[in-house]
């Protein structure tokens, strides 16, 4: 069985989680704690299921594959919704990003 990158898996973010250098792995004590990780992207099936089946926070910006219509039809709703990557980076510099927070009400 070949190995899909599109698809949810968990070797992807064990991948991606992994620091590669000696200054990545001091920054972080050694590892990465998941449950201080917001994993950000423009799909509902792809990168907000991979981040929802890790126990990740995610966050959808709607400036890519998934449009707000879609986003109310799923049954994977992310933690935070942005129109644009630059209101993710206000919401990022103003602080209202949290471990387990929600920015807006399930669809």
Do not use: W
């Not at 004590?29 to 995610?58: C, H, P, W, Y």
């Not at 709607?62 to 219509?69: A, F, H, W």
């Not at 630059?86 to 919401?91: G, P, R, S, V």
């Amino acid at each position: 069985n070949p190995f899909m990158l599109r698809q949810a898996h968990k070797k992807l973010v064990e991948a991606a989680m992994s620091p590669l250098s000696p200054n990545q792995r001091s920054f972080v004590n050694g590892k990465i704690d998941l449950s201080e990780v917001l994993f950000v992207g423009d799909s509902i099936d792809t990168d907000v299921r991979i981040a929802i089946e890790n126990g990740i926070d995610a966050a959808l910006v709607l400036s890519g594959t998934t449009k707000e219509d879609k986003l109310k039809l799923s049954a994977i709703q992310p933690n935070y919704v942005f129109d644009t990557i630059e209101e993710l980076h206000a919401a990022l510099r103003e602080g209202v990003l949290t471990c387990g927070g929600r920015s807006h009400s399930e669809y």
